[in-house]
């Protein structure tokens, strides 16, 4: 079972966790953990997670609806966005993979991406 981070709360304005721990059935138990979050504003949430030991895994992402930053602390991956569509996108493909049962890593990056590319924002 996968345990939101106490210190994210106060930034967080909605969260999921997705990747392979909660998609595949059974779970991967020996991999990292993926969470996104929806923040009010990226620059800050950047200074707090560099304060709460994150480290940036590269440089905004421009997908889909928005943009997302990847930060990364010991074994868990998080992915932030200040964009509602964005989170949204994630939400809703991370609950398709899972209904899917999506198991091969490959296959899961290629239908995340057609996700977020290409679900129209009205259906956000």
Not at 88 to 117: G, H, S
Request: glycine share 4%; net charge negative.
């Amino acid at each position: 079972m996968n345990r939101f981070p106490d210190e994210l709360f106060e930034m967080t304005k909605q969260f999921v966790f997705t990747g392979s721990s909660v998609i595949c059935d059974p779970p991967v138990l020996d991999t990292d953990i993926d969470l996104v979050i929806y923040v009010a504003n990226r620059k800050q949430a950047a200074f707090d997670l560099k304060m709460f030991g994150f480290n940036k895994s590269g440089e905004g992402y421009e997908v889909g609806h928005g943009k997302f930053d990847a930060y990364r602390r010991d074994k868990l991956n998080l992915i932030v966005t200040d964009v509602r569509a964005d989170f949204y996108a994630w939400y809703f493909a991370t609950i398709e993979a899972t209904k899917l049962n999506i198991t091969d890593k490959q296959d899961r990056v290629a239908f995340f991406d057609i996700y977020r590319k290409y679900v129209p924002t009205v259906m956000l």
